[in-house]
């Protein structure tokens, strides 16, 4: 229920009626539906506001340093794997060239 329009319900216990409901007038000098809020400046003096500040950057930065550490270390095991994965596609590649060199040998007609 909202506070500006409270409403009281009373039952006539006597006759069984139906219930009857009064709208109270709002208690502030306040449109319908305005909400007062407290500013951030009357909550925290300008000094704490600046250490606030200066704390969450800071938190900020100290995220961010570790986020791009992890980025590297990922960026680095990536570049190993591909590597490795180089290094096992060339001695593959060389043995079949052997290979098809062997076979090359052996089905072409022998000219004397």
């Not at 409403?7 to 319908?32: N, V």
């Not at 506001?49 to 900020?60: G, V």
């Not at 180089?86 to 593959?92: D, P, R, S, T, Y």
Request: charge should be positive; aromatic fraction near 2%; proline fraction near 5%.
């Amino acid at each position: 229920m909202n506070r500006t329009q409270e409403l009281s319900g009373q039952l006539s216990a006597a006759t069984g009626d139906m219930p009857t409901y009064q709208i109270r007038a709002p208690t502030t000098g306040l449109p319908q539906g305005v909400v007062m809020a407290a500013s951030p400046g009357s909550l925290h003096s300008p000094q704490q506001l600046a250490e606030e500040a200066t704390r969450k950057r800071e938190l900020r930065l100290m995220k961010n340093r570790e986020a791009a550490k992890e980025c590297r270390r990922r960026k680095k095991e990536y570049v190993k794997c591909l590597e490795s994965r180089v290094a096992v596609l060339e001695v593959q590649n060389k043995k079949l060239i052997e290979e098809l060199e062997t076979l090359k040998d052996i089905c072409s007609p022998k000219t004397d």
